[in-house]
């Protein structure tokens, strides 16, 4: 049986943890990120943020495993926030309007206007970037 494409990679302060993710999640590398998120939850981590800025393809067995993992984490009194996802991500969030129960900006992750002109209607949404030192640190805004 072939290896899953997915690096784990954690960095723990605390009760607060960086989780970064590099490579493909799919039916196949799922369960490993499964275990991860589980692992910081039983080794007392209540603050957990994944960064997936070197995954480079997410599907819907991700998605599970992160609503899942959410779920078990605001369960035990925590929180967990996914930073930087892919395309195939942000587009499978949009679709299922989860976004707002995974991502640091729960309003779409717009850009405001700048100024006084408003956005043009077919403006591309960008994501709002947080240095992942500053969400680690709790510096984050």
Partial sequence: MPRPQLAVYRHDRGER??????????????????????????????????????VTFC?????????HAAQQTTEAGGTLRLHHPPPTL??????TG?????LDDPLGHLSPPLGD?????????????????????GDAP
């Fill in 117 to 137: 002109v408003p956005a043009p209607a077919a403006q591309t949404p960008r994501r709002r970037a947080v240095p992942l030192a500053s969400v680690l640190s």
């Fill in 59 to 67: 599907d819907c067995t991700g998605l599970n495993v992160f609503l």
């Fill in 90 to 95: 942000g587009l499978i969030l949009d679709l």
């Fill in 98 to 102: 989860s976004g707002f129960l995974l």
């Fill in 17 to 54: 943890a960086l989780i970064t993710l590099a490579g493909e999640i799919d039916l196949e590398s799922a369960p490993l990120v499964r275990t991860a998120l589980a692992r910081c939850l039983s080794d007392g981590i209540r603050t957990i943020d994944i960064d997936l800025t070197p």
